[in-house]
């Protein structure tokens, strides 16, 4: 009986000690995710500052893709993050349910107020466009034409023209893995985007589409070969789509890969736009 009550006692210390482990191991990994998010955060407001002119205009980085591969969401997931929101998704780009026709019909300009405090002024502006058209049908200068469109009043005080001086291309994960065609376009969107002076960034979106870490390795390192860009992402949007038959919105939960990989971006279109400005501005100096 003795030798019962001892081992039972033994297995309950030792339960109680792994899940002292376990409950440790989870509040530094949730302390470690914090810092590594608050490092980036801080990454961004160096970026802004080094931005020149940005009071007066703000940072314009167009997303451009396909139909359907998640332009608009990213949007959304880029306010969410940057905002640092947490419960219910606000849907500041429209995004259509799978499969409909286009949502977004024409280039719509979403400013993000300064989140840092401060300086109450818009500074970033992200310009979501109407999709390119389908890869068997795409043309150089279909690339061309979304990216000379000027949005309709959005450049009141005659300041510097809301042009994209960064862009990001935003592929949904499952349609290229699919779509050999569309791998094979990659270069040529990209070639336009250079020939334009512009830097740019790949986001493939619907990560969890993938089968596991390995595919989504090996999607990102087909793609960066393709683009010639170490600057490729995969993620997963914050989206809605749960909840629209709902009338009360569901909380959306964050996830820290995505506000890591979303932050990472932000900050790289930031360093983008700022040597394309200070280039901008020498030649126009020169
Ligand atoms: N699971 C998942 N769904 C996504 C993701 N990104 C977008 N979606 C969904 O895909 C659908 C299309 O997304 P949109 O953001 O509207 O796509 P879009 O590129 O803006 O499409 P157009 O405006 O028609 O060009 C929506 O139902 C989104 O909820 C993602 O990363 N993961
Ligand atoms: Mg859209």
Known sequence: MSVFLQS?????????????????????KRLND??????????????????????????????????????????NTMCRVLYGEEGPLILRAETAPHCLLSTTSRHKRVSVRNPFGGNPENIISLVDTPPLPAADKLLKSDVKTLLKVVPENQNPGGGMCPVPECVVLVLGSKDVMLGKLLMKKL???VSVLR???????????????????????????????????????????????ANTNNRRPVSVKNDFDTHNKILAIIRQCLEFVATYRSTTLTSKGA
């Open 8 to 28: 039972r006692g033994l297995l309950l210390r030792l339960l109680g000690t792994s899940l002292t482990g376990i409950l440790t191991f989870i509040a530094c």
């Open 34 to 75: 914090q810092n590594a998010l608050h490092a980036q955060y801080l990454e961004i407001q160096n970026a802004l500052s080094s931005i020149p002119n940005i009071s007066q205009n703000p940072p314009t980085i167009f997303l451009l893709g396909f139909h359907d591969h998640g332009k608009s969401s990213l949007v």
């Open 187 to 189: 270069p040529e969107i």
């Open 195 to 241: 020939e334009e002076g512009l830097q740019f960034v790949v986001v493939l979106t619907h990560k969890r589409a993938l089968k596991n870490r390995k595919e989504a390795e090996f999607l990102q390192n087909e793609v960066a070969r393709r683009a010639r860009s170490d600057c490729v992402y995969v993620v997963e949007n914050y989206t809605a789509s």
